[in-house]
């Protein structure tokens, strides 16, 4: 199941000449398989320590935020210690060696294990255990405290990792001896030793775990940890705070975030209250704030992390959502109920005290669309995920089946199609070139992607993926393994952000990756501009001149007009290495 797991320490990269072949125009790169074209033959090992560092450089100018486009402006950061040359540089010296990294390599061994262990079901969940079991105090003053066995179940579960954090600089160390009595003299009777660990070394996020007696009150945005034991993590100032969300390095975005303040009460001067509400689950706090319905930051940013956070548990996790966002419990409604089996709860609103085994705040990402299984407490990969997906969504096809060339059945393209920038111009005739090379075309604009359920199955009936670079492609995510993801890339020096977005992810996900990369000659800025201005001559200069100018003219201020000759072409690359004789 897990055997993608080595893979990524392996993935091949089809680079090194291609300072050269770049600086064609018509530039078109296929790999299929763990094979590369001819033209882009040297292959090499990827330094991915070495790609996400420098993307994180990046991130800090807000250089590569180019996916938070709806609404989400001035999400620049401040970034001590490098000057914004110092990245725009290392910009164009990384992307000319870094596009086209492909490896579908285990993808053969993964499907055999894939037929030999049966298919996760979510949906059985229910089915299986019946009614959540939350208890409500109706007499506020009685209360159960959580059986030691389930905190230790929880605790035994790899969450106790503090002894090998002593000397972490990003760790907080251990500290202290437990002093003092207990106020709370009902808590003191069977003094669980509840535990607190914090985890701030992430640059995405940070999280802190509780187990043992864990008591919730949201209205405050408080999580009590009573009685916390001597080798748990002990603040400096009594308390610490959390904002539950993945883009820490982003300022902007992380004050959506409302700060939840953890308290482990030892001494007693800050007694916990009592539990009105006792579950006998485990809980996750996160923040919805942040979301603006782009699919791509909603999967990325938090769908992705709660599945990383919250799978283990099999649906026997209450989620409680702090900025609780209708938009996103809604719009994510089949993936919510697939992790949990009860209804997220809205944290803010919330005046209960309720008290849990075991609590995290804060979700776990380990990049967008992008799951590492060495991170991955339990070794989930993104093939994992994107079963999990299948299984939510009830999606039929688990892997393509490439059809036979000569026959009725036609492979199937989905072309994700934008409407106010990055629109191809001439989609009527894409869309009769796709048909005319042998595909059967799906064209999919801003009304049909909405629905997300909906368009899942639809992407899931296709064997191959194409758009422009924008979060439609995030619905890779539904096509079953082994299918083809085609991603247009808008002019202006994009390559390499565009790869990392959407490029990079894709082995992981058992898919196969090609870029189009359109030439001066396919853009509507052409119209725009004159060919000796530095938008074409010197693209690099313009993103110098910040992400907002990036956005204005490349992103937004850009439609694309394929050349035909050139998009028949590959699509015909594509259709033979999708079928078979
Ligand atoms: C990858 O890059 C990082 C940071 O530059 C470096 O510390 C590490 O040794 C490199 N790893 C390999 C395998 O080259
Ligand atoms: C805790 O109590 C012990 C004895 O009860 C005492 O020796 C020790 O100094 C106390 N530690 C602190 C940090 O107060
Ligand atoms: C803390 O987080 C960092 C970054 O995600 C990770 O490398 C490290 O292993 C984590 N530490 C523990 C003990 O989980
Ligand atoms: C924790 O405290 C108990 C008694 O309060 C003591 O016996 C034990 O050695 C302490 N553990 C550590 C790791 O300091
Ligand atoms: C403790 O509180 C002081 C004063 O509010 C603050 O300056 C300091 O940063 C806090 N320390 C920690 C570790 O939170
Ligand atoms: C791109 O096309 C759309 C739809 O036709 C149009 O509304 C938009 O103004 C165009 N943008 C540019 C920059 O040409
Ligand atoms: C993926 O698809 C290609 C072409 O359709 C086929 O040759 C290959 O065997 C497939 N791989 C897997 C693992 O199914």
Redesign the pocket.
């Known amino acids: 199941m897990k055997a993608r797991g080595t893979e990524s320490s392996k993935k091949l990269v089809c680079g090194g000449a291609a300072a050269a072949w770049l600086l064609v125009p018509l530039l078109v790169v296929v790999v299929l398989k763990t094979d590369c074209l001819p033209q882009v033959t040297r292959l090499r090992e990827t330094n991915t320590t070495q790609l996400s560092d420098f993307f994180f450089s990046m991130r800090q100018y807000g250089l590569v935020s180019i996916s938070k486009i709806n609404g989400v402006t001035g999400n620049q950061v401040q970034y001590p210690g490098a000057t914004k040359e110092d990245v725009v540089q290392s910009v164009t010296q990384v992307s000319d060696e870094t596009v086209g990294k492909v490896s579908s390599s285990g993808l053969e061994s993964e499907r055999i294990s894939q037929q030999q262990q049966p298919q996760l079901e979510v949906d059985k969940l229910e089915a299986a255990d019946g009614m959540p079991k939350t208890t409500v105090n109706s007499d506020s003053v009685a209360e159960a405290p959580p059986s030691s066995a389930s905190g230790d179940k929880i605790a035994g579960d790899g969450v106790d990792a503090i002894k090998d954090l002593k000397n972490e600089k990003d760790f907080l160390a251990m500290n202290g001896q437990i002093n003092g009595s207990l106020q709370n003299s009902d808590v003191a009777a069977a003094a669980p030793r509840s535990k607190l660990t914090c985890n701030f070394s992430s640059r995405h996020m940070d999280i802190c775990a509780m187990d043992g007696d864990v008591r919730v009150h949201g209205k405050s945005a408080t999580v009590y940890v009573v009685v916390a034991s001597n080798d748990s993590y002990w603040p400096e100032n009594g308390t610490v705070t959390v904002r539950p969300f993945t883009r820490k390095y982003e300022i902007s975005t992380m004050e959506m975030v409302r700060e939840v303040t953890i308290r482990p009460s030892r001494t007693g001067d800050t007694a916990p209250p009592r539990c009105t509400v006792t579950h006998d689950v485990p809980a996750v706090v996160f923040s919805t704030g942040p979301d603006r319905g782009n699919f791509f930051h909603g999967m990325g940013d938090l769908v992705i992390p709660l599945y990383n956070t919250a799978r283990e548990y099999d649906g026997h996790v209450q989620l409680m959502a702090t900025d609780y966002n209708p938009g996103f419990i809604s719009h994510y409604q089949h993936v919510l109920a697939a992790l949990s089996v009860y209804p997220v709860i809205d944290f803010d609103a919330d005046e209960a005290v309720h008290c849990f085994p075991s609590v995290r705040v804060g979700i776990e990402t380990h990049g967008e669309l992008q799951i590492d299984p060495a991170l991955s407490k339990k070794g989930y990969t993104m093939m994992d995920f994107r079963d999990f997906l299948r299984s939510a969504y009830s999606l039929k096809h688990a892997w393509t089946t490439p059809a036979i060339r000569s026959s009725e059945k036609r492979p199937r393209l989905v072309m994700v199609l934008r ?5 191809i ?1 001439n989609e009527a005739e894409t869309i009769a070139t796709a048909t005319e090379v042998g595909f059967d075309v799906v064209a999919a604009g801003p009304e049909m992607v909405h629905d997300v359920a909906q368009f899942a199955e639809v992407v899931n009936s296709c064997d191959v993926i194409v758009g422009v670079h924008g979060a439609g492609l995030t619905n890779m995510l539904f096509l079953p393994h082994n299918g083809t993801v085609m991603q247009i890339i808008p002019w202006g020096g994009l390559k390499f952000i565009c790869w990392h977005e959407f490029g990079r992810p894709v082995p992981d996900m058992g898919l196969r990756y090609v870029e189009y990369e359109v030439d001066p000659e396919e853009t ?2 052409k ?2 501009y004159p060919r000796d201005h530095p938008v074409f001559t010197d693209p690099i200069s313009i993103q110098h001149q910040g992400f907002s100018t990036l956005f204005s003219i490349f992103l ?4 694309v007009t394929l050349n035909m000759d050139r998009f028949r072409g590959v699509m015909q690359q594509i259709y033979r290495s999708v079928t078979i004789t």
């Not at 937004?556 to 439609?559: A, E, I, L, P």
């Open positions: 409407e106010h920038s990055r629109a111009t509507t800025l119209d725009v937004d201020g850009q439609n």
